[in-house]
């Protein structure tokens, strides 16, 4: 079995009009070069980026602090990350994504939530004090 790292640049997804977002016949046509590979037994790890939403160096992040502009753009490759892994489920190809940023985002996320919840709580005990 032979394995490859294949590294895919973020406007590879995108529209070619565009070049912007996510283009649905690119993805699919990406995907199934990858699933023909992952076929003929080749294993294939896959780096996305995220040059098709966010790029760092962009006039938009130009007054952001460094590592806020650095998330938005791993949160770029997330999302094509979870595009690519779609087309590739359709597939029938086994995927899984990986990356630094999700516990960030899912710990960011759950103290959110965590605050709803306080919120709520609190408004509910008011109210029963006020009957």
Not at 3 to 31: C, M, Q, Y
Not at 45 to 63: D, I, L, T
Not at 89 to 118: C, W
């Amino acid at each position: 079995m032979s394995r490859v790292l294949l590294k895919l640049s973020g406007e590879s997804f995108a529209n070619p009009d565009t070049n912007f977002g996510i283009e649905p016949k690119v993805i699919d046509r990406i995907a199934s070069e990858i699933s023909a590979a992952n076929n003929e037994n080749i294993q294939i790890g896959v780096v996305v980026g995220g040059g098709n939403f966010f790029r760092g160096v962009q006039e938009s992040a130009k007054n952001m602090a460094q590592a806020n502009a650095d998330y938005m753009g791993m949160l770029a490759t997330v999302i094509n990350a979870v595009a690519l892994k779609d087309a590739l489920d359709k597939n029938g190809t086994q995927t899984r994504v990986q990356s630094a940023i999700t516990k960030k985002v899912e710990l960011l996320f759950l103290q959110q939530v965590q605050v709803t919840h306080i919120l709520q709580l609190i408004q509910r005990l008011h109210f029963e004090q006020q009957k």
